[in-house]
């Protein structure tokens, strides 16, 4: 499917990955957070991998910022880079405070085989790919989280103990930000060859794939098997 056929590249690529991403909506870790039920041992072993994750989210968002053709772009994820360090930092501290964990106990918990993951293959197309496939490798964890943010919110249960998490991801000041960022993708495919917008692609279905695990491996509660 080309993107000539669809119109930008975010719409082509949304469509190619249609199924996983309503795999992705309905995994039990969103569905379970959505009714307020979710165990809490598997929401404390999600925010302390998506902590660490967030680090190498921030460095691959700054290498973005020194690929950036552009003055705009450079500003654009340079401030992504900080608000995915600062700002969503602050909201894994009041969870790690609500749930005891300490700075020390969290510098202790290794990264899980689906966060490596994860961290490993961002960094790896930020050091070695162009700017464009760097975008397509980005772009799932905005856009996924925006969609299952709001998706959570309507349906979400009352009282439900994870309503911080719900309203960071379905608020405003979030999905302004994906918009921008897809709006950034969409003006960098625009400019890119067939073989680079197909690149972007595989990029792109291979970080939805690592958000599925990354979700999945929560919920499973998984570590190293050695």
């Given at each position: 499917?080309?993107?000539?056929?669809?119109?930008?590249?975010?719409?082509?690529?949304?469509?190619?990955?249609?199924?996983?991403?309503?795999?992705?909506?309905?995994?039990?870790?969103?569905?379970?957070?959505?009714?307020?039920?979710?165990?809490?041992s598997?929401?404390?072993?999600?925010?302390?991998?998506?902590?660490?994750?967030?680090?190498?989210?921030?460095?691959?968002?700054?290498?973005?910022?020194?690929?950036?053709?552009?003055?705009?772009?450079?500003?654009?994820?340079?401030k992504?880079?900080?608000?995915?360090?600062?700002?969503?930092?602050?909201?894994?501290?009041?969870?790690?405070?609500?749930?005891?964990?300490?700075?020390?106990?969290?510098?202790?918990?290794?990264?899980?085989p689906?966060?490596?993951h994860?961290?490993?293959?961002?960094?790896?197309?930020a050091?070695?790919?162009p700017?464009?496939?760097?975008?397509?490798?980005?772009?799932?964890?905005?856009?996924?989280?925006?969609?299952v943010?709001?998706?959570?919110?309507?349906?979400?249960?009352?009282?439900?103990?994870?309503?911080?998490?719900?309203?960071?991801?379905?608020?405003?000041?979030?999905?302004?930000?994906?918009a921008?960022?897809?709006?950034?993708?969409d003006?960098?495919?625009?400019?890119?060859?067939?073989?680079?917008?197909?690149?972007?692609?595989?990029?792109?279905?291979?970080?939805?794939?690592?958000?599925?695990?990354?979700?999945?491996?929560?919920y499973?509660?998984?570590?190293?098997?050695?």
């Amino acid at each position: 499917m080309g993107d000539a056929e669809t119109g930008t590249f975010s719409q082509a690529a949304w469509a190619r990955n249609a199924a996983l991403n309503e795999t992705i909506r309905t995994i039990p870790f969103n569905a379970e957070l959505a009714a307020g039920t979710l165990g809490r041992s598997r929401f404390t072993h999600y925010i302390v991998q998506d902590a660490h994750y967030l680090i190498g989210f921030g460095r691959a968002l700054s290498l973005a910022a020194a690929k950036a053709p552009e003055p705009d772009g450079i500003v654009l994820f340079a401030k992504a880079a900080e608000e995915a360090i600062v700002v969503e930092r602050a909201l894994h501290g009041g969870f790690f405070r609500d749930y005891g964990i300490s700075t020390e106990a969290f510098a202790a918990t290794p990264l899980t085989p689906a966060c490596d993951h994860y961290v490993a293959y961002l960094m790896a197309t930020a050091y070695a790919e162009p700017f464009e496939v760097l975008l397509g490798a980005l772009l799932p964890c905005f856009w996924i989280y925006a969609e299952v943010g709001r998706d959570i919110l309507a349906r979400e249960s009352a009282g439900n103990p994870y309503r911080a998490w719900i309203d960071t991801y379905s608020g405003t000041d979030f999905q302004d930000a994906v918009a921008r960022m897809i709006a950034a993708t969409d003006e960098a495919a625009r400019g890119a060859s067939s073989t680079v917008r197909e690149r972007m692609h595989k990029a792109f279905t291979h970080a939805t794939r690592l958000e599925w695990m990354f979700w999945d491996s929560a919920y499973r509660e998984a570590a190293w098997p050695v």
